[in-house]
Nanobody, 124 residues
């Protein structure tokens, strides 16, 4: 069993900053890609940023230059530094991880896991 636990959401004024964290724990054999998605009310869940196990990153166009994704492999943790926040960034942010999971003596590859989400509200 694998768990992803997010933290760091909250209310911030436009132009402000927040840092989200997501820690993975459980029967992890290896942690592959990790990332963040977001879902605003009435909209679909969209990719915000993703980082591969080797460190390469990809961002949604709407957050390029404002958000930075990073990871600490020793802590199985991914971060999202969000700067210059805008009201349109308001959403529930979900942590995502692609994990090779160890179940007994078997490794099951490329399992997708999601956190429960953390709300980010950008408002004055």
């Amino acid at each position: 069993q694998v768990q992803l636990v997010e933290s760091g959401g909250g209310l911030v004024q436009p132009g402000g900053s927040l840092r989200l964290s997501c820690a993975a724990s459980g029967t992890i054999f290896s942690l592959n890609a990790m990332g963040w998605y977001r879902q605003a009310p009435g909209k679909q869940r969209d990719l915000v940023a993703i980082i591969a196990d080797g460190g390469s990153t990809n961002y949604a166009d709407s957050v390029k230059g404002r958000f930075t994704i990073s990871r600490d492999n020793a802590k199985n943790t991914v971060y999202l530094q969000m700067n210059s926040l805008k009201p349109e960034d308001t959403a529930v942010y979900y942590c995502y991880a692609e994990i090779d999971e160890k179940v007994g003596q078997v490794v099951i590859g490329d399992m997708d896991y999601w956190g429960k989400g953390t709300l980010v509200t950008v408002s004055s």
